[in-house]
């Protein structure tokens, strides 16, 4: 195993994969029980982020310009070529499924930051109500149907936080058979 610059593990509820970016211009991903996977990359990548689905894997990394995202198989080769999901500043990435797309939050230049990702590369912003303190992302999970965010606004005056929760799912469309 080469030496981690940023470490991640994530669960789609059957399968694990450990992801890690290294110093040598390689992100690395392992599903256990099996080997190493090196993919290249055009520059070091600084963070990393993974979440899955049951079906495949979105790998998210900042590469010191903006987020680069790559979908994986299960066994956590490539599927598909790379794609831009931000170009922008990010930090403390997230991904996590919400039951329709993929999530990936991040702060950026002290807010948090919500885009969606869909299985054909389509990358959307979602509204997260903002107040104008900066704000430190959490974690996020799939959990009952829905993407769980949860991040925190830091108030430099009182030295303190509040912890906030946000729920992202999509609503489902149903075939009405008469």
Do not use: C
């Not at 195993?1 to 392992?30: C, H, P, R, W, Y």
């Not at 080997?35 to 963070?47: F, L, R």
């Not at 299985?119 to 149907?145: S, Y």
Request: cysteine-free; aromatic content about 10%; hydrophobic content about 40%.
């Amino acid at each position: 195993m080469s030496a981690a610059t940023s470490l991640v593990a994530a669960s789609d509820g059957k399968e694990t994969l450990i992801a890690f970016a290294s110093a040598q211009f390689t992100l690395n991903v392992s599903v256990p029980g099996a080997g190493e996977i090196t993919i290249p990359t055009p520059v070091s990548p600084e963070s990393v982020a993974v979440g899955g689905n049951g079906k495949r894997w979105l790998l998210a990394y900042f590469d010191g310009g903006g987020i680069v995202g790559q979908f994986l198989r299960l066994d956590g080769t490539p599927d598909g070529g790379t794609f831009d999901i931000r170009h922008d500043q990010a930090e403390a990435m997230r991904v996590a499924w919400d039951g329709n797309e993929f999530v990936v939050s991040f702060e950026s230049h002290h807010f948090l930051e919500v885009w969606t990702v869909n299985d054909n590369h389509r990358v959307e912003p979602q509204l997260i109500p903002e107040e104008f303190l900066p704000e430190v992302n959490g974690d996020a999970l799939f959990a009952g149907g829905a993407a769980v965010l949860a991040y925190q606004h830091w108030t430099e005056e009182t030295s303190s936080a509040r912890v906030f929760t946000r729920s992202i799912f999509r609503p489902r469309i149903r075939p009405v058979v008469p």
